[in-house]
C-alpha cells in the first residue's frame, strides 16, 4: 500500500516567512556555546506564534569549504521550533560525535542550514526491492530501525546520492545493516522536510 498522498502538503509553509530568525537563533545559539559551553536559552512566547509551534528540526553546519561540519536534530517534535533549532545548532557545533567540538577558528565561514520535518510515518513493503520502488527522491527522508540499530537520511541526502537503490544500501551502512541483511524486525519510515537556507 502507498501511504503518500497524491498531493502532500507542504511542510511547514508558516515558518519560511521566518527564515531570517531561525537562523538567527541557530548562529546565536553557536555563538552562545562558544562564550557559555551551553545553548541559547529562547522563551517561545517572545516570538510570533508560528514560531511557538512544535517542530522537529535538524541542524546542518557547513565550513568555509562547503563540506559537512556537523548535523543533529530531531525526529520528533518535542518542543516549540525556536527551542529546538537552538538546541540543535548547539549540538551541531560542539557534540556531534563525528567532529571535535567547534573552535573559534572554526567559526569563521561556518553556515547553517535547518530542515524542518513532518511526523514519520511507516511505509508498508513486501520485500527490499519493493521498498526500494516506493522510494520517491529528493521528497522522502528516510528513517530505519532494525533491534538497537538506527539510522536516518534527510531527503538533502538525495542531493549526494540521487539513485534510490544506492541511497538505501547507504542508509543501512550508516544504520550499521550489511548490504544483504533485511533483518525482519525491520522498521522504515519516511517523512518530508523543509529547508531553509
Not at 86 to 101: C, G, I, K, Q, V
Not at 171 to 189: I, N, Q, S, T
Request: hydrophobic letters at 40%.
Amino acid at each position: 500500500m502507498n501511504l503518500r498522498a497524491d498531493t502532500p502538503p507542504e511542510v511547514a509553509p508558516s515558518l519560511r516567512e521566518y527564515r531570517d530568525t531561525l537562523l538567527g537563533i541557530a548562529e546565536a545559539s553557536i555563538d552562545h556555546g562558544l562564550d557559555h559551553g551551553e545553548p541559547l536559552a529562547v522563551d517561545a512566547r517572545d516570538y510570533p506564534v508560528a514560531l511557538q509551534a512544535e517542530h522537529a528540526t535538524f541542524v546542518t553546519l557547513l565550513d568555509g569549504a562547503g563540506c559537512l561540519r556537523g548535523c543533529v536534530g530531531t525526529l520528533e517534535a518535542q518542543q516549540p521550533v525556536v527551542g529546538d533549532v537552538s538546541m540543535n545548532a548547539y549540538a551541531a557545533a560542539f557534540e556531534d560525535p563525528r567532529f571535535p567540538p567547534l573552535s573559534r577558528h572554526g567559526r569563521a565561514g561556518l553556515t547553517s542550514k535547518l530542515s524542518v520535518l513532518t511526523p514519520p510515518e511507516p511505509m508498508d513493503f513486501d520485500s527490499e526491492a519493493d521498498l526500494v520502488s516506493r522510494l520517491e527522491p529528493h521528497v522522502d527522508g528516510l528513517l530505519i530501525e532494525a533491534g538497537r540499530r538506527r539510522g536516518t537520511f534527510l531527503p538533502a541526502v538525495w542531493e549526494q546520492i540521487p539513485d534510490p537503490g544506492a541511497f538505501w544500501l547507504a542508509l543501512k551502512h550508516k544504520a550499521g545493516l550489511a548490504r544483504g541483511d533485511f533483518p525482519e524486525d525491520l522498521r522504515v519510515y519516511h517523512y518530508r522536510a523543509a529547508h531553509i537556507s
